[in-house]
């Protein structure tokens, strides 16, 4: 009778840490041709009701993760600018890490301008490292790998 309440008890708590580890920011990623040879990428996050998504310009490297996105080398890829951020920012003071931080809530998205040979629409290939806290915890660093596909 003990070994069904151990497992019991165990099962219990294996779906409580899992719960506890649901990731609060979903992602989204989409391109779109605007020229001949050039597309805007969009990587949206959607943020869940009480967390936040760390900007990707932050000062100081003893706060928070800040996110970024690493794209692979390809033959016949250019990156045009820098990635954008869209959406409604929050500068303030985050207790979590004593400091002064930018960061977004609800929902926001990353634009990046791509310029690609002329004819080719290959798929782009790219990684987000992001962190994401609520106002009393952090989830740990995240990388997210992903594909874009480019359409003639």
């Known amino acids: ?22 990731e609060p920011v979903q992602w989204t990623f989409a391109a779109e041709k605007i020229a001949s040879n050039e597309y805007k990428l969009t990587f949206t996050a959607s943020i869940d009701a009480g967390w ?3 900007s990707q310009h932050l000062e100081g490297a003893h706060g928070p993760v800040k996110t970024s996105f690493t794209f ?14 869209v959406g409604h920012k929050e500068e303030i003071f985050d207790h979590n890490f004593n400091m002064l931080v930018a960061k977004y ?17 290959p798929t782009i290939k790219a990684q987000v490292t992001y962190m994401t ?5 952090c989830m740990p660093p995240r990388d997210v790998p992903f594909n874009v596909e480019l359409k003639k």
Do not use: H, W
Request: aromatic share 10%; proline share 2%; hydrophobic share 40%.
């Open 52 to 54: 936040y998504l760390y």
């Open 105 to 121: 809530k609800g929902s926001m998205q990353f634009v990046q301008k791509v310029c690609v040979n002329e004819g080719e629409a």
């Open 72 to 85: 692979d080398a390809q033959p016949g890829v250019q990156l045009n600018g820098e990635t954008e951020e």
């Open 1 to 22: 009778m003990k070994s069904a309440a151990f497992i019991g008890t165990l099962l219990f708590v294996s779906f409580s840490l899992r719960a506890q580890m649901a």
């Open 133 to 137: 806290c609520n106002n009393s915890s």
